[in-house]
């Protein structure tokens, strides 16, 4: 067992835990951040809609990320977190291959998991000739062929946003959609074909998407096809821990509620990014990241200064005024100190 006893415990390497992690650490804390190597977006080519990194690729975003953790004297480690549980002094948490971790407090940035309907070819097509949102990719297949599979009520509001890119846009209904009188009418306003009939499979040739098949035969040639995914937060840990997951407003999937800082129902415990905001692009998973960092560490001042008041130290301060002063030291040798 790792006997450092950390400031904060990160589940989740993303861009709404490495931007807690780089906050944390900026501010003295101990931290350590344990990743799965499982981002949700790696089938995709570029990041989009994040300032100065647009068309990024995903995982060279990440890999920046974790050198910026680990410049300011944070820790990054590849494993599974499977459980995690409350102890006299924070929380432990155990990886997959039984080694263990104690911090102060938790943060889970474990993300969101897309689920895709049963149809052939879909999946292999995710990320790159499927796509779902339109501020990720619609620049990229603006003026092109655009088909939105049908996965249920919100897919009409999905065809009527890509229309915004394009002026060739099919609605397979795919016997989950049922416009009202209103919706036909407004699909039929803004020129949106429509199609009806289950949808067998999404076809493509030599890797690229060329068009979606009805079971009944008939095929339409479309150059990229969105589909709203059944988002489900991958909230195991968090719900371990007390915390149920929530159905989305929208009914978009499920996640875990917490304040505007990420702080949950459960002391101690926080979440950020997908995990509790399904429709977060990355930039907006970031910035969430930095405020439930910014969170923490000011419960953790609080805590500190209760300990100072009551003339007691606590079970982690000599730790920590240790890091405080290599830290304070470190940047007194790369003339950054104040």
Same mark, same amino acid.
């Given at each position: 067992?790792?006997?450092?006893?950390?400031?904060?415990?990160?589940?989740?390497?993303?861009?709404?835990?490495?931007?807690?992690?780089?906050?944390?650490?900026?501010?003295?804390?101990?931290?350590?951040?344990?990743?799965?190597?499982?981002?949700?977006?790696?089938?995709?080519?570029?990041?989009?809609?994040?300032?100065?990194?647009?068309?990024?690729?995903?995982?060279?975003?990440?890999?920046?990320?974790?050198?910026?953790?680990?410049?300011?004297?944070?820790?990054?480690?590849?494993?599974?977190?499977?459980?995690?549980?409350?102890?006299?002094?924070?929380?432990?948490?155990?990886?997959?291959?039984?080694?263990?971790?104690?911090?102060?407090?938790?943060?889970?940035?474990?993300?969101?998991?897309?689920?895709?309907?049963?149809?052939?070819?879909?999946?292999?097509?995710?990320?790159?000739?499927?796509?779902?949102?339109?501020?990720?990719?619609?620049?990229?297949?603006?003026?092109?062929?655009?088909?939105?599979?049908?996965?249920?009520?919100?897919?009409?509001?999905?065809?009527?946003?890509?229309?915004?890119?394009?002026?060739?846009?099919?609605?397979?209904?795919?016997?989950?959609?049922?416009?009202?009188?209103? %919706?036909? /009418?407004?699909?039929? $306003?803004?020129?949106? &074909?429509?199609?009806?009939?289950?949808? @067998? *499979?999404?076809?493509? !040739?030599?890797?690229?998407?060329?068009?979606?098949?009805?079971?009944?035969?008939?095929?339409?040639?479309?150059?990229?096809?969105?589909?709203?995914?059944?988002?489900?937060?991958?909230?195991?840990?968090?719900?371990?821990?007390?915390?149920?997951?929530?159905?989305?407003?929208?009914?978009?999937?499920?996640?875990?509620?917490?304040?505007?800082?990420?702080?949950?129902?459960?002391?101690?415990?926080?979440?950020?990014?997908?995990?509790?905001?399904?429709?977060?692009?990355?930039?907006?998973?970031?910035?969430?990241?930095?405020?439930?960092?910014?969170?923490?560490?000011?419960?953790?001042? %609080?805590? /500190?200064?209760?300990? $100072?008041?009551?003339? &007691?130290?606590?079970?982690?301060?000599? @730790? *920590?005024?240790?890091? !405080?002063?290599?830290?304070?030291?470190?940047?007194?040798?790369?003339?950054?100190?104040?």
């Amino acid at each position: 067992m790792d006997t450092t006893r950390y400031d904060a415990v990160i589940i989740g390497g993303g861009a709404a835990g490495l931007s807690a992690a780089t906050t944390l650490a900026r501010a003295l804390r101990s931290v350590l951040v344990i990743d799965s190597g499982t981002p949700r977006n790696a089938p995709a080519a570029g990041v989009h809609g994040y300032l100065s990194r647009d068309g990024m690729n995903p995982l060279e975003l990440l890999a920046a990320g974790r050198s910026e953790v680990l410049s300011y004297g944070g820790t990054v480690l590849d494993g599974e977190a499977v459980s995690a549980r409350r102890t006299p002094s924070g929380f432990e948490v155990v990886l997959g291959d039984s080694r263990r971790f104690t911090g102060r407090r938790l943060l889970v940035t474990t993300g969101l998991a897309d689920g895709l309907p049963p149809i052939d070819g879909l999946r292999e097509q995710w990320g790159q000739g499927v796509v779902h949102c339109p501020y990720c990719h619609g620049w990229e297949i603006r003026g092109q062929r655009i088909g939105v599979l049908g996965t249920g009520p919100l897919s009409i509001h999905q065809a009527l946003m890509f229309r915004q890119w394009s002026p060739d846009i099919t609605l397979f209904l795919n016997d989950t959609v049922s416009p009202t009188d209103e %919706e036909w /009418e407004k699909l039929a $306003a803004r020129s949106v &074909r429509v199609v009806g009939g289950a949808v @067998a *499979s999404v076809d493509s !040739v030599d890797g690229v998407l060329t068009g979606v098949s009805l079971r009944e035969g008939s095929s339409f040639s479309v150059e990229a096809l969105a589909v709203g995914s059944r988002m489900e937060a991958r909230s195991a840990l968090l719900e371990s821990l007390g915390l149920a997951s929530q159905v989305h407003p929208s009914g978009a999937g499920r996640f875990i509620e917490t304040d505007a800082m990420g702080a949950t129902a459960v002391p101690g415990v926080y979440a950020a990014g997908n995990v509790s905001n399904l429709m977060a692009q990355v930039i907006t998973a970031a910035s969430e990241g930095v405020m439930a960092g910014a969170r923490i560490n000011a419960d953790l001042i %609080e805590e /500190e200064t209760r300990w $100072a008041v009551e003339g &007691r130290f606590g079970p982690f301060s000599a @730790a *920590s005024e240790a890091a !405080v002063s290599e830290a304070v030291l470190g940047g007194q040798r790369h003339g950054l100190a104040r």
